[in-house]
């Protein structure tokens, strides 16, 4: 079965500044494509990014970023300028690959941007 | 505007009851995803269906039930038979393949009582 593992359940940060979120995965397939996900107080899921496995290049959206490691598995987020609206529980997803399309999801890491 | 409708936004549930939660989408969307959240756990699949009338079985099926007639509607059933049935309920949508991940829905809480 699929994993994903986000090894930090809680973090903090000041705002304006940078924090990374770590997310590695397990999978056999060679295409495939992972996610990032934000969750506020309100749970409603908001797609942050997207990385396609076979893009040697990182994905960015305006302050997010991702560092994307194929070989190592691995997949962390990272926010720069840090803002009070990216509180948060942030989710990363695997997508299965093959023809059996769904996420895995992680179990969290809960990010709180203080003042 | 298009988008993903879960009903209601919060449901009450009695011992031995089934409760049905509504999970309706107007993307074109073929595939439909139920998924639960407890704290702590992340998100876990449920069912999911890529197709109008086909379902499958995600990690923790028992207990609830699905039907896909249509393709905009996914309603999830929690029967008797899941014992511990409180969490958030999140019900998503996605092209085939899900290049572009999943559109969710925004929840329903469902408690028991």
């Known amino acids: 079965a699929q994993t994903v593992t986000q090894s930090q359940p809680e973090m903090s940060v000041q705002e304006a500044e940078t924090v990374t979120l770590s997310c590695t995965y397990d999978?056999?397939?060679?295409?495939?494509?992972l996610f990032w996900y934000k969750q506020p107080p309100s749970r409603q899921m908001i797609l942050v990014i997207r990385q396609e496995a076979y893009k040697q290049q990182n994905a960015t959206e305006n302050r997010f970023s991702v560092n994307f490691q194929k070989a190592a598995k691995s997949f962390s987020l990272k926010i720069s300028d840090s803002q009070l609206g990216d509180t948060a529980m942030y989710f990363c997803?695997?997508?299965?690959?093959?023809?059996?399309?769904?996420?895995?999801f992680g179990k969290g890491t809960l990010l709180t941007v203080n003042p | 505007d298009g988008g993903i409708t879960q009903s209601p936004k919060y449901l009450f549930r009695k011992e031995g009851q089934n409760v049905t939660l509504s999970c309706e989408q107007n993307l074109n969307h073929d595939a439909m995803y139920w998924y639960r959240q407890d704290p702590g756990q992340g998100l876990r699949l449920i069912y999911y269906s890529q197709i109008v009338n086909d379902f499958q079985k995600g990690d923790i099926a028992e207990g609830y039930s699905v039907s896909r007639e249509k393709k905009e509607s996914f309603p999830l059933t929690v029967t008797s038979a899941q014992k511990n049935p409180t969490a958030f309920y999140l019900c998503a949508s996605s092209i085939v393949p899900d290049i572009y991940g999943y559109t969710f829905g925004s929840g329903t809480r469902l408690t028991v009582v």
């Open positions: 999978t056999s397939e060679n295409n495939y494509y």
């Open positions: 997803a695997s997508d299965s690959g093959g023809s059996n399309y769904k996420l895995t």
